[in-house]
């Protein structure tokens, strides 16, 4: 039996970018990856968002270029912190501190 590949079926690889087309939808990833606590996990996520609104507009809005957004948010990377808060901040996002438990 001769096995299909998923070009040869129609089917496309998964991309997330196309589900992350509103702030609701993004939010919801953002928290469900924070509260998995994994900041590589992290990191990723903020990469899928940013390619997701557009790198050169990310670029433009943070002052930081193109190749220097792609090179923070790869897999392994290690940024600084005020390049992700400048980020996050253009992406329309902010952390919020919550008590883990509530007494």
Same mark, same amino acid.
Do not use: W
């Given at each position: ?6 070009? +040869?079926?129609?089917?496309? !690889?998964? #991309?997330?970018? +196309?589900?992350?087309?509103? #702030? ?6 953002? =928290? ?8 590589? +996990? ?19 809005? =943070? ?7 792609? @090179?923070?948010?790869? !897999?392994?990377?290690? !940024?600084?912190?005020? =390049?992700?808060? @400048? ?17």
């Amino acid at each position: 039996m001769k096995s299909s590949t998923s070009q +040869e079926l129609g089917l496309r !690889p998964f #991309d997330i970018t +196309e589900f992350l087309d509103n #702030d609701v939808a993004i939010t919801e990833y953002l =928290t469900q990856v924070l509260a998995e606590g994994d900041h590589e +996990e992290l990191l990723a996520a903020i990469g899928h968002v940013a390619r997701a609104r557009g790198m050169s507009d990310l670029a433009r809005q =943070t002052g930081l270029g193109r190749e220097s957004l792609y @090179k923070a948010l790869r !897999p392994g990377a290690d !940024p600084r912190f005020s =390049t992700l808060m @400048k980020v996050l901040h253009a992406l329309g996002v902010h952390l919020q501190a919550v008590p883990d438990k509530i007494a």
